[in-house]
């Protein structure tokens, strides 16, 4: 599933900004020149030219800096924490945040500056998995957006985003669909309707909706917003991407696999040449499209896919379960070519990446294979032993996701209301009275 982005500039703003930047060299001022780089780092963000955007922005910054323009210098190291976020580099974008803060002290904490600065610190203390730092900063924004700006201001839909971002990432999916919803009306009232921070709020909005495995509602929301990313920036943009591979998940799961490779090979396409091959999307979604090519037969360019993402992801080494979801899914295309030994490799590596300390989801898919193989070999006590394993490493999931939810709910919550929020929270089959009795007793 994408990382959301909120797209507030239009490509026509880049042209206009570029040249701005352009002319301030001939005119040897630096203030302007400060100025403008600014803004064409601000642009150039907005069109995912990140490398440009962090190039630009930070001279803005130390050229600001030396003229001691601080107002310059706290927008720039506002809009760099932002820049990081999206190139998934966390510890830079917070320590830019950091920068702002302290910039933040000598221009008298304008709401126009705290307001994203407090926004693009709840994305770097997400990402660092901070979730409740990151939740309270979200909130902050969003409390001194309305206390300052007019209704119908763009930022308070921004700012309504953020928190929805930071409350879903601590798994409050509903209020977080909510929040987006709420986001995209106030992005319709003071925008327009096909603005593409209203179909910002649309790709979040079907992604939780794919998460709840509601695709009607999933496909209603993704695709109008496809429509007005590609409308927006081109057909080549990371946003566009992001509908992309919402539409590609909705197709696959309605059993429309076509569909679904080729929404997913254009998305892995735009990821891996605007954000980079070893970028965290672009490897994602190449394993998305590997396992899609897998399921629809071809098999050769399945493996080549999944290898492919697998090298980069031992070359970081810093995202173990991604790297064994890889290794246990080119077990899987193997064993649908016959090639038993190669696939128990696979599989054997895959729990060997995670260790026995994994949680139980992560080993789940290995360890299906490894049962289905010892089926095909006809070794029936390995294969019972594994589904075993496979059970409890199940059970163990189900408790935890329902201790996980009773955790979020006042200790006087009605028993009837919970009772349906498990249900839409699709816990397992195989939960029992024993797994409540047990989660309950868990948070004590």
Known sequence: MPHNRNCTVCVPANGITTLVGRSSVDLDYPPLRAEALLELGRSEEAT??????????????????GLKHD??????????SLVHHRMD?????????????????????RPDQRVPYLLYRSYALTRLGLHVDATASAEEALALAEASFPPGDPRIGRMLAG????QWSHGNTDTALALFHRSQEAWRAGLSPGHPAVASSGINISTIHLHRHEFAAALAAVGPALTIMERSFGPDHPSVADALTNLGAVADAQGRLREAVAATERAMTIYTRRLGPDSDMAVRTLIDLGEQEGRLG??????????????????????PALLALAEAQIGDV???????DEAALAYQGALATLGPA????DRARALRGLARLARERGEAASAEALARSLALARRR????????????????????????????????????????????????
Not at 301 to 314: I, T
Not at 422 to 438: H, M, R, S
């Open 48 to 65: 995912a030219d990140y490398e440009l955007a962090r190039t630009d922005l930070t001279a803005a910054y130390h050229l600001a800096l």
């Open 71 to 80: 107002a310059v210098a706290t927008d720039a190291a506002v809009a760099l």
């Open 89 to 109: 580099q966390s510890s830079e974008a917070f320590a830019w945040s950091e920068h702002a803060r302290s910039l933040l002290q000598r221009t008298g904490e």
């Open 163 to 166: 928190v929805a971002h930071a």
């Open 298 to 319: 071809r098999h050769e360019a399945a493996l080549v896919d999944l290898r492919r993402a697998r090298s980069m992801l031992r070359q970081t080494g810093d995202q």
């Open 334 to 340: 193997l064993l649908e070519q016959r090639r038993r």
């Open 358 to 361: 994994a949680p139980a989801e």
């Open 397 to 444: 999931a189900a408790a935890q996701a329902l201790r996980e939810t009773l955790r979020q709910q006042p200790a006087d919550a009605p028993l009837l209301p919970l009772w349906n929020l498990l249900a839409e929270k699709n816990l397992p089959e195989t939960l029992t009275i024993g797994d409540l009795v047990a989660a309950v007793r868990g948070l004590g």
